[in-house]
C-alpha cells in the first residue's frame, strides 16, 4: 500500500526529518497531533483551552483539506489534555465539530505536551 505525505503552509509545518502532517494511505489520511500553534508565526497562540481547542481543529481543518478531504470524513479523533479539569471545557468546543455524528474519541491526561501547551488533538479521516 503506498503512501503519500501530505504538507500545507496553513497549518504549523513539521519539525524536518521527525514526522510528516499528515499521511494519506488506503483511502484513509492519519493527522499528527496539531497543537494550538500560528502557522506564520510559529508559536501558540494567545488564550485559554477553548480557544487553544478552536485553533487545533482549524489546524487539523486546513491539513485534511490539503489532503482533498474534511472534518465531516473525520473517523477517530484522539485528544490529550495537560490537565483533566480542562475536559468540560474541550468538550463545549469539541461539540460543535463534526455534525451530527461524531467521530469515535479517546481523551486522556497526559504529564506534559509540546511547547507547555495545554491541549493536543489528532485525527483519522476518510478520503472520500
Not at 519539525?15 to 493527522?31: D, E, T
Not at 494550538?36 to 508565526?41: L, N, Q, W
Not at 487545533?56 to 465531516?72: K, R, V
Request: charged letters at 20%; a negative charge.
Amino acid at each position: 500500500m503506498p503512501k503519500e505525505a501530505v504538507l500545507t503552509l496553513n497549518a504549523p509545518p513539521p519539525l524536518p526529518g521527525i514526522y510528516s502532517q499528515a499521511i494519506k494511505a488506503g483511502g484513509m489520511v492519519y493527522c499528527s497531533g496539531a497543537v494550538p500553534m500560528d502557522a506564520k508565526t510559529g508559536k501558540l497562540i494567545e488564550g485559554d483551552v477553548a480557544a487553544h481547542t478552536h485553533k487545533c481543529i482549524a489546524n487539523l481543518s486546513a491539513i485534511l483539506e490539503e489532503a482533498g478531504t474534511n472534518l465531516n470524513n473525520v473517523v477517530k479523533v484522539n485528544i490529550f489534555l495537560a490537565n483533566m479539569d480542562d475536559f468540560a471545557a474541550v468538550n463545549e468546543v469539541y461539540k460543535q465539530y463534526w455534525g451530527d455524528v461524531k467521530p469515535c474519541r479517546t481523551c486522556v491526561a497526559v504529564k506534559t505536551l509540546p511547547l507547555n501547551t495545554d491541549v493536543e488533538i489528532e485525527c483519522i479521516a476518510t478520503q472520500e
